[in-house]
DNA sequence: TAGATTGTTAATCGATTAACAATC
DNA sequence: TAGATTGTTAATCGATTAACAATC
């Protein structure tokens, strides 16, 4: 299922928009939504909800509006959120363990939440054969291997800032296929690595800037 | 100091050059940049650069680049990091816990980085008087005092999603100026509290995206 | 002086919004 | 049929890039 050229803005919002829907099918408010009110809920223009999903189909009906369930339905099969994708931590200092246990817990507790945690993996001797929700911590001289034979397409990478670019080439050159990274470095991934960043320092300056008077 | 409408396109890449300046500051490689080599290693344009710090003045010299040191300190000054700058973190589970302890530690070991964390609240009565790093957990109930009278200006909010929204207005009516929320929910806020958000699903789903064959 | 690089204006590019015919 | 809302095209808006005169 491919569809080419899709602009990463507008693919930013279909989690939005699937979050909204997953929230509406769960209380059963009703059948239907209108683009204005998935909109509303959103924090999107109207237009901008129908445009964004004309990308991918046609799944709403003149006059009445998308079908919930079966809208929430095509989002997921879009984002390829249908199937489980297995995900590596590597890092597990405390954030590296929040993280581990929030996702496992999440995975465990959401039947609709398909990202699982499956290997972690710290560089300190010391940290080798912890336990963090059933998973032990692993060296990272197993990196390689462990990720190909366990299929993990993800890692999450909590390591210092001066070894997460190291630590994404390895990754990178075990195939995983996108990082998230907390290490507050910008890294350089192969082009077939999507990267996303969860740069906090960056976020608390920029708020910084708000903080003055006007 | 106000320059009125700076797009926040804009501000969000200031701490990125500032992160360049701070690193070869510490590394005293040179003394002076070129618009191309620091947007070159902050991943910007060069004429972006320039026309970015141009809306702030005008702090480099033809023919030359602009000073290191000199163009730091005036980053500082714009982004309102001269002064340090107190943090709450609401919700003290695995996540905040970590939170707080990483930037408590950052904000000890490293004399530029001016986020200091010195509140910690949660709603479970069994955390309260826990020790973290020096501070106890306190009882929601004290949020408002406490935040008046220890100037504390932004906040964290790592509670579970469903209380995201209430914690977002409390600390609001507290007089909280910004806010980093980590919850997986859209919160709102009045117009002069601004909203970071570091919503780690709505990453991670947009990265399963990606995953897909292409 | 010759070479380099800024600050700034004009051109381009891309994303959002408005408008509306199609149609349920 | 009358009212509502989609999918889509055209208009607008804003952000980035290119170009270049000014000048160190």
Chains 1, 2 share one sequence.
């Not at 803005?9 to 979050?19: G, I, M, N, Q, S």
């Not at 990202?115 to 300190?124: I, P, R, T, Y």
Request: with cysteine; proline share 3%; aromatic share 8%.
């Amino acid at each position: 299922m491919r569809w080419k050229k899709i602009s990463d803005a507008v693919v930013r919002r279909l989690p939005l928009y699937l979050r909204v829907l997953d929230e509406l099918a769960k209380n059963k408010d009703a059948k239907l939504i209108s683009s204005h009110e998935l909109g509303e809920r959103a924090g999107v223009g109207p237009a901008l909800v129908r445009k964004d999903l004309a990308w991918f189909g046609e799944f709403g009906k003149q006059g009445v509006g998308y079908e919930i369930e079966y809208l929430r339905l095509e989002l997921r099969k879009i984002l390829n959120l249908e199937n489980v994708i297995r995900v590596a931590v590597v890092g597990v200092g405390s954030l590296g363990a929040a993280l581990a246990r929030f996702h496992i817990k999440k995975f465990l507790e959401d039947e609709s939440f398909n990202l699982k945690v499956c290997a972690l993996f710290d560089a300190d001797p010391d940290k080798h054969g912890d336990m963090h929700e059933g998973l032990h911590v692993r060296d990272m001289e197993e990196l390689e291997d462990v990720i190909r034979s366990e299929d993990i397409e993800m890692a999450i990478i909590t390591v210092p800032a001066e070894f997460a670019q190291d630590v994404a080439t390895n990754l990178a050159n075990a195939g995983i296929r996108a990082i998230l990274n907390f290490a507050p470095v910008k890294i350089s991934v192969p082009d077939h690595v999507q990267l996303a960043t969860a740069d906090l320092s960056l976020e608390l300056q920029r708020l910084a800037y708000y903080l003055q008077e006007e």
